[in-house]
């Protein structure tokens, strides 16, 4: 019989010896070992984003009952990586009462209907998530002071079409200039228009699109957009502020995005205030989107050929063709030169980036 027979009696004298477990790891807070099972957090409450500051969200939960409240909240840890956003329609846990010092913990996010983004410039293709389920978007410009720049308006209107969110627009300081030479910059484009003086704003009007809506409102600095959150909304207090006399250029005044529910005698809606912005990056875009947003020209461009631009030097497109042929009406050309602009706008972008 050899000692090294495993079923030599010896072997039990050198188990004592054993060393095959001697690289396992210690677990010197005798806790148990991670998992990567997560909860299901099946009594988690669904509730609104209203804003968030330094890392802490407000969230208002049963919109509309009578039991609606605001709380705050902080986002888990296996969310670190996701964006949450102001109109982020999020599952929340923990201490929802709302009472003063309480803390909830944002677990999920329920699927988007829109995303409207931006990038830092036309070259970045990293996107910044500006608001979420937005149906609708409501450009604020200045007829002058400072002077309106349709360039500008043409991103806002692409990333809008990009999100499938509808655009509105609004004039403001028409007491200052005429804004029809403006205006005919969007000729034929189906953008519904307001126009106001300095110190008269059509909130009727306005007020009533926003109705039944969620309207993230934009535009460029100094052009009244906080001083029209203000009107439509008494209890919003965004500051205001006032245009450089040397520059021309507007003072940001809102610093975060905020949702902020409107109410008139016929429904309500959210309003949702950005920071003025002088730039608007398209790195994101797809211009596809562009295209389908102009419903009835989208149905005669499905006969040109692949990798149309439908520019206005595009060989063998058929929009180009039916408006020589004179099968478009006034409205569709008018609508042709808009999407012109606008995918022109797209391909200026493309190609700074190639230079």
């Known amino acids: 019989m050899s000692w090294l027979d495993p079923d030599d009696d010896l072997d039990d004298e050198f188990e004592e010896f054993d060393e095959s477990s001697i690289r396992a790891r210690p677990n010197p807070k005798a806790n148990r070992p991670r ?32 039991d609606e409240r605001i709380i705050t909240t902080t986002r888990a840890r296996e969310l670190r990586r996701t964006p949450i956003v102001t109109g982020d329609q999020v599952r929340v846990v923990g201490d929802t009462s709302g009472a003063e010092g309480t803390l909830a913990r944002i677990v999920g996010i329920t699927p988007r209907t829109s995303l409207l983004r931006r990038s830092a410039d036309d070259t970045d293709q990293v996107e910044r998530v500006i608001v ?9 410009v200045a007829a002058a002071d400072p002077e309106p720049r349709p360039r500008l308006v043409d991103r806002y209107l692409v990333a809008a079409l990009d999100a499938g969110i509808r655009p509105l627009l609004v004039v403001t300081k028409t007491d200052l200039a005429d804004p029809a030479p403006f205006l005919a910059h969007f ?20 007020g009533d699109a926003l109705v039944g809506h969620s309207t993230v409102f934009v535009g460029h600095s100094g052009v009244g957009k ?48 950005t ?62 030169d808009s999407l012109q602009r606008l ?3 797209f391909a200026d972008k493309q190609n700074s980036a190639d230079r």
């Open 35 to 66: 998992t990567k099972r997560r909860p299901a957090h099946e009594d988690a409450e669904v509730g609104r984003v209203l804003g968030v500051d330094r890392g802490r969200y407000s969230v208002m939960l049963d919109e509309g009952a009578d």
């Open 132 to 140: 979420a389920n937005a149906d609708q978007m409501l450009v604020v």
């Open 187 to 206: 000729d034929g484009l189906d953008l519904q228009v307001f126009t106001s003086a300095q110190d008269e704003m059509p909130t009727d009007e306005i």
């Open 226 to 273: 906080s001083t029209l959150v203000n009107e439509l909304v008494p209890s919003a207090g965004r500051a205001t502020g006032h245009v450089n006399q040397v520059t021309g250029r507007g003072r940001h005044t809102s610093s975060s995005t905020v949702s902020l529910r409107y109410e008139n005698a016929h429904g309500t809606g959210w309003v949702i205030d």
């Open 275 to 336: 920071p003025g912005v002088r730039s608007f990056g398209l790195g994101h875009v797809d211009p596809a989107n562009i295209l389908a947003a102009f419903t009835e020209l989208a149905e005669i461009a499905e006969s040109c050929p692949r990798g149309c631009t439908h520019l206005a030097d595009a060989p063998d497109c058929a929009l180009i063709e039916a408006a020589q042929a004179g099968d478009l009406n006034a409205a569709e050309l008018a609508r042709l």
């Open 343 to 345: 995918l022109q706008t």
